[in-house]
């Protein structure tokens, strides 16, 4: 990456997750081994996104952080994009191919996140739901551009655990899958320093089917047994 910061736009940046991706990814400028980066939340509405920017800020500044060092702006998801280095999907599989083609020619070379998981309920508790090239990650990758450099990532982390900042202790790993692996270095390098997840290379991308699968499944655990927030830890 060219710039002194790296540029991180995180497209649907107003959701749960979006939200504390972002906090997580901003605090890393406080941290001596943290990557530094400023972010771009991104949204249909420029609007929105400009408010949940502040929000974000404001939400650090709440919890006793010194945000002076902390950059965090709003725009369209196609502006968003178009200024970033790195862009991290977490939005519904349904709306990503038309997210896709409308920032297409934003995306050539650059680093694209999917945390995406194709999921639907059926009944009481939620099925995976993969389209016909095997994961989230694997479509995404046909959608977008050769050079496009698709890395599948956070996916089996409560959102309620990313956005608390302060309280949450607990350390999930995080599976990392890439068919660049300079890219997937980055990415495992970004998740050392969010302070609630620990990197794991997860080989091929063809591995994103397994690790997206997850995500339902630890949603219905602890719908059935009365248990929150669960993630993944591997010994």
């Known amino acids: 990456m060219n710039s002194e910061k790296l540029k991180i736009a995180v497209l649907g940046g107003t959701g749960n997750i979006g939200e504390g991706l972002v906090l997580r990814l901003a605090l890393q400028n406080l941290m001596d081994e943290g990557v530094k980066n ?16 502040k929000e974000a800020l404001g939400e650090l500044e709440n919890c006793g952080f010194d945000t002076a060092e902390i950059r965090i702006t709003g725009n369209s998801n196609l502006e968003a ?27 050539e070379g650059k680093i694209l996140i999917s945390p995406v998981v194709p999921m639907a ?3 009481p508790i939620f099925e995976y739901r993969p389209p016909a090239e095997g994961s989230a990650a694997q479509a995404i990758k046909e959608m977008t551009p050769k050079s496009t450099k698709v890395v599948a990532a956070f996916h089996n982390i409560a959102a309620r655990k990313l956005k608390d900042i302060v309280k949450c202790k607990a ?35 063809k591995n994103a089917n397994t690790i997206e699968s997850l995500t339902p499944l630890l949603i219905n655990l602890a719908k059935l047994n009365g248990m929150k927030d669960l993630g993944v830890n591997f010994s």
Do not use: Q, W, Y
Not at 39 to 53: K, L, P, Q, V, Y
Not at 85 to 91: G, S
Not at 172 to 190: G, H, Q, R
């Open 171 to 205: 350390v999930n790993d995080s599976v990392i899958c890439s068919d660049d692996e300079e890219a997937k270095k980055l990415v495992i390098e970004l998740t050392r320093h969010m302070g609630c997840l620990k990197p794991l290379d997860g080989g091929p991308l």
């Open 38 to 53: 400023e972010i771009i939340i991104g949204s249909r509405s420029s609007e929105a996104a400009e408010e949940a920017a």
């Open 121 to 123: 309920k059926a009944g």
């Open 81 to 107: 994009a178009k200024a970033a280095d790195l862009i991290v999907l977490t939005i519904r599989f349904d709306n990503v191919p038309s997210l896709l083609e409308e920032i297409r020619e934003t995306i």
